[in-house]
C-alpha cells in the first residue's frame, strides 16, 4: 500500500482562501476518482498557511490510472484552477510505500504527527529495521498507531513515521510518555547511526472536515 500526498503552501494572507477551498478539491478528487481523498491543515512544523492532500493507492499503476481520471475530470480542473492565485509555488508530490503498521488502521485519524528523515547510504539496511523498532516502541509506549514508510517517489533515502491521534490532548499524553521514557531516548540516541544530521523534521497535520 502507498500514500500520495500533495502539498499546497499558500502566499502570504492568503491561507484563509486557500484553507476554504480545501475541502471543495478534496471532494472533487474524490468523485473523480472515485478513491477517497483526505484535505490537511497544518497546526505546526510547515511554514504558515500550508495545506495538503492525500489519498491511498494500492501502486504506481493505481495511482496513474487515479491521475488519468482526474485529467478527464472537468470539476477537477474547474477547482484546480482556483488555487492558482493563492498558491506560494506549484504544490510538490510524494508517494510513500508502508513498510510497517503497529496499532489498528483504518481511515486516517483526526490528528497525525510526522516525522521525516534522510538515511544515510551504507547503513540503509539497519536504518530501515531501527524504524521500524522505533515504529513499535512508540506504539507500545503510547497507544497511539502509527505507520513507517518509505519514500518511492520524492526525496531519496528519506523515510516518515506517521502517528494517529484522535485528539491534540491525546497527541500530548502521547508526547509526555515518550519524554519519561528511557528507552525512546535510546532508541533517539541510535538515530546517529543511521540518519543524515540535521535532516529530520516533524509535523503535525489537522483533518480537515
Given at each position: 500500500?502507498?500514500?500520495?500526498?500533495?502539498?499546497?503552501?499558500?502566499?502570504?494572507?492568503?491561507?484563509?482562501?486557500?484553507?476554504?477551498?480545501?475541502?471543495?478539491?478534496?471532494?472533487?478528487?474524490?468523485?473523480?476518482?472515485?478513491?477517497?481523498?483526505?484535505?490537511?491543515?497544518?497546526?505546526?512544523?510547515?511554514?504558515?498557511?500550508?495545506?495538503?492532500?492525500?489519498?491511498?493507492?494500492?501502486?504506481?499503476?493505481?495511482?496513474?490510472?487515479?491521475?488519468?481520471?482526474?485529467?478527464?475530470?472537468?470539476?477537477?480542473?474547474?477547482?484546480?484552477a482556483k488555487l492558482a492565485d493563492v498558491l506560494a509555488m506549484p504544490s510538490t508530490t510524494s508517494l510513500s510505500q508502508i513498510v510497517a503498521m503497529a496499532g489498528e488502521q483504518g481511515e486516517p485519524a483526526p490528528v497525525v504527527r510526522l516525522t521525516q528523515a534522510t538515511v544515510q547510504i551504507g547503513h540503509v539496511g539497519d536504518a530501515m529495521?531501527?524504524?521500524?523498532?522505533?515504529?513499535?516502541?512508540?506504539?507500545?509506549?503510547?497507544?497511539?498507531?502509527?505507520?513507517?514508510?518509505?519514500?518511492?517517489?520524492?526525496?531519496?533515502?528519506?523515510?516518515?513515521?506517521?502517528?494517529?491521534?484522535?485528539?491534540?490532548?491525546?497527541?500530548?499524553?502521547?508526547?509526555?510518555?515518550?519524554?519519561?521514557?528511557?528507552?525512546?531516548?535510546?532508541?533517539?540516541?541510535?538515530?546517529?547511526?543511521?540518519?543524515?544530521?540535521?535532516?529530520?523534521?516533524?509535523?503535525?497535520?489537522?483533518?480537515?472536515?
Amino acid at each position: 500500500m502507498y500514500i500520495f500526498s500533495a502539498s499546497l503552501q499558500a502566499k502570504p494572507g492568503r491561507g484563509g482562501e486557500l484553507g476554504a477551498r480545501m475541502i471543495p478539491l478534496r471532494d472533487a478528487i474524490t468523485e473523480a476518482t472515485g478513491n477517497q481523498a483526505y484535505a490537511w491543515a497544518a497546526s505546526s512544523g510547515p511554514p504558515i498557511g500550508a495545506f495538503g492532500i492525500s489519498t491511498r493507492a494500492t501502486g504506481h499503476e493505481h495511482l496513474i490510472e487515479l491521475q488519468q481520471k482526474m485529467g478527464a475530470s472537468e470539476s477537477y480542473h474547474a477547482e484546480a484552477a482556483k488555487l492558482a492565485d493563492v498558491l506560494a509555488m506549484p504544490s510538490t508530490t510524494s508517494l510513500s510505500q508502508i513498510v510497517a503498521m503497529a496499532g489498528e488502521q483504518g481511515e486516517p485519524a483526526p490528528v497525525v504527527r510526522l516525522t521525516q528523515a534522510t538515511v544515510q547510504i551504507g547503513h540503509v539496511g539497519d536504518a530501515m529495521n531501527w524504524g521500524q523498532e522505533m515504529l513499535q516502541h512508540v506504539h507500545n509506549t503510547t497507544g497511539l498507531s502509527g505507520l513507517f514508510t518509505n519514500l518511492a517517489s520524492g526525496s531519496p533515502f528519506d523515510v516518515m513515521w506517521i502517528f494517529s491521534a484522535n485528539t491534540g490532548a491525546e497527541l500530548d499524553a502521547a508526547n509526555a510518555a515518550l519524554q519519561a521514557d528511557t528507552g525512546y531516548i535510546g532508541l533517539i540516541d541510535k538515530a546517529a547511526s543511521f540518519i543524515v544530521p540535521g535532516s529530520a523534521a516533524r509535523a503535525t497535520l489537522v483533518q480537515m472536515t
